[in-house]
């Protein structure tokens, strides 16, 4: 796939959603970091019912630090993986007031220090917590690179990467959302809506459906 064309692929999307973001409800980077670290495995919905009554009673490090995984487990049990994400958070929770001023830091490599953050939530808070132009790979990210040719890769990294290098400066800070939505909405894993694509024409996927 040419310059031209990814070009072309972002503005259609640009056009077509402005100011994207994540479908994910918080209020503050803390509230993003914690639905982030739940999202994994996990819808968005499913988060955004359990954070909609946790963050009512608990929204800081030491107030969800001071829950403890038993208290947090009950509001968070209805997600995949609640033990071991309730675990991560308690121990973030505590590295955040006692390194981090009860901040959420803007750097990678601290961001990647936090128990149950890995390299992709680190992309998720740098770029839509910070603006950072990062852009984070997750199932749909890497189905939508692959399968359009705008960054075809073996694993996630490696479609990070060419994201990185391929997209046009102007387009990488929003690019993650468009990518992601796009994914979840029209280019689905199982039966892709390629006649309501806005990009089908630009698409190199050999297996269009009708």
Known sequence: MNKEKRTEIFSRLQ????APTTELVYKNPFELLIAVILSAQATDVSVNKATSKLYPVANTPEAIFNLGEKGLIQYIKTIGLYNSKAKNIIKTCQILMEQHNNRVPEDRAALEAL?????K???VILNTAFGHPTIAVDTHIFRVSNRTGIAPGKTVLDVEKKLLKFVPDHFKKDAH???ILHGRYVCKARKPECHDCI????CEYNKKTT
């Open 15 to 18: 056009k077509a959603n402005p």
């Open 115 to 119: 128990p149950g953050v890995g390299r």
């Open 121 to 123: 939530t680190a992309n």
């Open 177 to 179: 959302h468009w990518l």
């Open 199 to 202: 990009i089908r024409d630009l």
